[in-house]
């Protein structure tokens, strides 16, 4: 086998806490992702030497800036293969949305590396070497709910849960998610979200709980500095979402919704205004792409 693709999932906060400033320079976090079906399609192929990364999408860079470059690199680095690697990424996630999209590129690449060169590093390592590239990257590799803390590395694994229905909405803007934490006021963080309500919730499949629970300490940053993310929660909820948030820095916003028909609904309403509408629903490892092209 020389090549392959691989599904690398988009994911949302359900909830996301933040406490201090770390000694490293990150902050604290408490938060719960869950993966959604709007995907990246990630092509990795063998090749002599290089690593190269193209993309249908002209908004990701193409070199050594790409976390899917990143993550060829390291994976040469600490296994010591001289091959090269060639990556296409056929782009559908927005980018600079707070779906986590460049990193989840790159563990996708980790993954794909992983299989093709036959090197079987634990999912340990992997996670290791995905926390070098980002935050989020060790989270991307598990393509399921889970509970993060740490700065995103620190991961308990949550019940599949209840397929959620969403709509997903992306104003014609990008967030840097660094100015964002920057900019957070930490006296927020005594705001309270209570997690074990939200936990709990999930096992049992309490969609209303679930959606009652929903939270986002960066809502606090983000919305202060483009008013039009709260209105696009507000718009969401008018048209018959349970709930809306903002995930992770922003600036995209998910409903969450009953039934897949009233989502429909909602799409068609929110599409007249917005040009980014999504209707996903929850991603699950059962539903990953994994096609050899030999």
Known sequence: ????MLAAPAKIN????????????????????????????????????????????????????NLAYQAAA??????????????????NIPVGAGLAGGSTDAAA??????????????????????GAIGSDVPYC??????????????????????RLNLLLVVPDFQVSTAEVYRAYQFEHSL??????????AWRIGDLIKIAESLYNDLETVSIREHHEIGKI????IKAGAVNALMSGSGPAVFGIFT??????????????SYKQVYQVTSYYRSDELWVNRD
């Open 259 to 272: 039934d897949q028909k009233t989502t429909g609904d909602a799409s068609r309403i929110l599409k007249k």
């Open 74 to 91: 390291l994976f040469k680095e600490e296994t010591g293969i001289k091959a090269g690697v060639k990556i296409f990424i056929e782009k």
């Open 191 to 200: 705001l309270t979200v209570d997690m074990e309500a939200f936990l709990n």
């Open 1 to 4: 086998m020389h090549s392959l």
């Open 233 to 236: 929660k507000t718009e969401i």
């Open 141 to 162: 590799l598990l393509s399921e709910t889970a509970l993060a803390r740490g700065r995103g590395e620190v991961l308990t694994t949550l019940d599949r849960g209840t």
């Open 109 to 130: 690449v980790l993954k794909g590396l992983n299989h093709l060169f036959q090197t079987k590093l634990s999912l340990t390592r992997l996670r290791e070497m995905a």
């Open 14 to 65: 359900l909830i996301l806490k933040v406490f201090g400033l770390r000694t490293d320079g990150y902050h604290e976090l408490e938060t719960v992702m869950h993966p959604i079906s709007l995907i990246d399609i990630i092509h990795v192929e063998l090749i002599p030497e290089g690593i190269t990364v193209e993309s249908n999408s002209s908004h990701i860079p193409a070199g050594k800036d």
